[in-house]
Every structure is written in structure tokens, then in C-alpha cells.
């Protein structure tokens, strides 16, 4: 029996952030597709800040009417909203309508709106659930957390997503017999399995979490609900709610910081830090949140696509694959030290000024054609989210044994660095347009 529930509990995790990681990791093979093509991300950074507003309210209904929420009854209807829009993406993810005279991905947009929205709730309600088990659960639901954003990582690379190639085409010039003019043009080979393809398999995860929390919730009946531990928890998971998710990335570093809600009595005894630390170890929060969550990825496809498609394939696959690895890491090497987070921070931030840099400097950047180019920006992308995906736990770790208060500003700090890297990046990308779009065989880069 308990092998049973170890197993329900990693599979109900599961459903937590795969939809919104899946969608980051299909990218590359999207944004060739939908009219918004290199500007996409930006869209979606934004989407996914609006759809906070699941968190926001099911934050408000704890605080002003606290028991009155049903987790179960929120849950079953979450997980049946990402069910249903993952097979709605699978069937009109590429339908377009034409909006202020310009075709949109209308579909692809709204869609991609509940299913954010179903993510992001997530996070305040399923932790809440899982503390009516024993605590030796708890473990085994962020290992489901952690594969919500790795599964759909491996399954993209298996996809061989976008992989293209430069054809040589003519085309005769206007009425001169004979004259023929030879261009370069990308065409991407098809993948090992189409988009639909993979948004149902997005849509299998999730049915399994629902599954499995049928039976959870079945099983939960039999034990004992202590209510002097449930405060405390729910309180902690709300606060961890309010992070948000983002490209694809970040979820996972958030929700391992949840796990110190099952030791909510180490809130009281944790060392306290002196104001300028707080200080500090806010700043960031900020900073870190603002980067993964909003700034970087509006700007992924400048910053990876002048490469080639494989090279942005990998960068977003790895990176999601990143994600968890650095929260697994942080559950077992745990270095409270702020120098040292300080340091990480920097480092990270390093990584990133030169994927933004990149970006800036398309469709030519650096290295541009060659195979150190691709090497040299598949790993930026990978140290810059793994490094600061452990920065962001490890804050959590250090805030949550400060105060209550201290994780509920630490949720709020992020979802501020989240709100204003997203709504920065959105009109530097889409309305001034500072960064180039272009295409991997035809355009010419100077030597």
C-alpha cells in the first residue's frame, strides 16, 4: 500500500506544471508555424503573468473566508480545464483570425490562458491536499513536480523538434527567358512526431494526475487530519503560490521551496537576518524572478534562432530539463550563505547578459555558423536557469525559516520581478521592435 501511494502521489505531482512546461519546450517547432513567429515568447511570458489571477483569488478566499475553499472540489476542476485545453491545443493550436488587420494566434493565445491559469493555481491547491497525508509523501509529489517539467523536456528532445536544413531554389526573373535567379530558403525537416501529437500526450499527464488524485483523494479519508499542522502549511503553500511559473521554465525551483512547509515548526527557530540581509536576499528575489520569468524568455528566439533551430531546440528542452535538476540538487546541498548565493547570482546573471546580448545583436551574433556558436549558447541558456533556479530555492529555504511573513513577501517579490520583466520585455519586443528577426540561410551576417 504504501508503495501505491508513493507512486499516486509522484503522478498526481505530476499534472502540477506540465502543460505550461510543455508548451515552452514545443516552441521551437511553434514559432515557425504561428504568425507571431520570433515575437511569440513575449506573448506568452505575459499570458502566463495574467493567469496569477487563479493564485490571487484563491489567496483571497484563505485569507477573508478561511475552510470555506474545497480543495478537492478546485482540484477536480482545474485538472479537467487542462484536460480539456490540452486536447482544444492539439486541435486548434495553429487557427489563426485576423485581428486589426493582422492574422493573430487567437486560439493558440486563449487556450494557452487556461492552461496557465490551471498551472498557476496549482500551486495553491495542491500542496494543501497533499499535507492531509502522511509527510512522507511529500517527497515523492515534488519528484512528480520535478518530471512535470523533465518528462516533457526528454519527449521534445525525442521529437527532434524543427531540425531544418538550407534548400537552393530557383526562380525565373519576370519576362527574360532563361534567366533564373538562385535563392536560399530554410525548410525544416519533419519531426519524429507532429505538435498534435505532443499536445496529447500533454493531455495523457494530465489525465494520469487526475487519476491519480481520484484515488488520493479516496485514500486521504483514511487518515487522520491534524489540524495544528494544516495552518501552518496552507499558510506556507499560498505564499509559495504567489511565484510564478513562467517559460518554461521556472516552476520547479519554486514549488521544492513548498517542502519546508511539512517543517513548519523550524519557522520559529530558523537564524534571523539583520535588515540590510533582508534587504538583500529581496533584491534577490526580484532580480532572479524578473530575469527567468520575464526578461529571458521574451527574448529566447533572438537570442537561440540565428543559430539554427537545433540549437533553440536544445536550449529550451535542456533548460527544462534544468529546472528540476537544480531543485533536486538544492534539496540535497542546501548552502544557506549569502556571499555564496550572491556570487551564484552574479554568475547567473552573467550567463544571461550574454543570451540577452545575443539577442540584441541579431539575426548576427557571435559566432553565428559555427558549431562553438551553437555549443557556446545551448549551455549560457542551461547554467543561466540552472544557477538561478537554485538561487530561488535556496531563498525560499532562507526565508521560510525567518518568518511566515518573511515567504509571503518572498512570494510577492517574485511575482513583482515576474510582473515587471514581463511587461518591460513585451513592448521593447513587440512594439519597438529593438530586437531582429531573420532567417538561418539567407541572411547576411558580415565576416
Known sequence: MTLLIHMLACAFGLGSWVAVNG?????????????????LPSYLTVIIQLA?????????????????????????????????????????????????????????????FFLSLVDCTSSVTFLPFMM?????????????????????????????????????SSQTAGNQTGVDTWSLHTEYLPPNFSTEVFFFLLAAMMCISLAAFVALNRLSRTFTLSSENLVPDTVASVSSGLENPGAGTDGEGVKCQGEGATQSKLLLAGPKHSMYQLAFIYFMVVWVNGATNGVLPSVQTY?????????????AALASVANPVACTIAMFFKNRSLVFLGVLTALGTGFGSYNMAMAAMSPCPLLQGSVVGEMIIVLSWLFFTGTLSYVKVMVGVILRDQSHSALVWCGAAAQIGSLVGSVTMFPLVNIYQLFKSGNFCSTKCPL
Open 303 to 315: 537570442s537561440c534562432k540565428p543559430y539554427g533551430n537545433l540549437a533553440y531546440h536544445l536550449s
Open 52 to 112: 496569477n489571477l487563479g493564485p490571487l483569488l484563491v489567496t483571497l478566499m484563505y485569507k477573508l473566508w478561511p475552510g470555506c475553499l474545497k480543495e478537492r472540489i478546485v482540484i477536480y476542476s482545474i485538472l479537467s480545464i487542462g484536460i480539456l485545453s490540452c486536447i482544444l491545443l492539439a486541435l486548434f493550436w495553429d487557427k489563426t483570425t485576423t485581428v486589426a488587420g493582422a492574422s493573430h494566434s487567437t486560439a493558440f493565445f486563449i487556450i494557452t
Open 132 to 168: 492531509q497525508l502522511p509527510a512522507k509523501y511529500i517527497t515523492t509529489y515534488f519528484i512528480g513536480e520535478g518530471l512535470s517539467g523533465f518528462i516533457p523536456g526528454i519527449v521534445a528532445l525525442g521529437q527532434s523538434v524543427g531540425i531544418a536544413k538550407c534548400v537552393n
Open 23 to 39: 508548451l515552452w519546450v514545443e516552441l521551437p517547432l511553434i514559432v515557425n508555424t504561428l504568425p507571431e513567429g520570433w515575437d
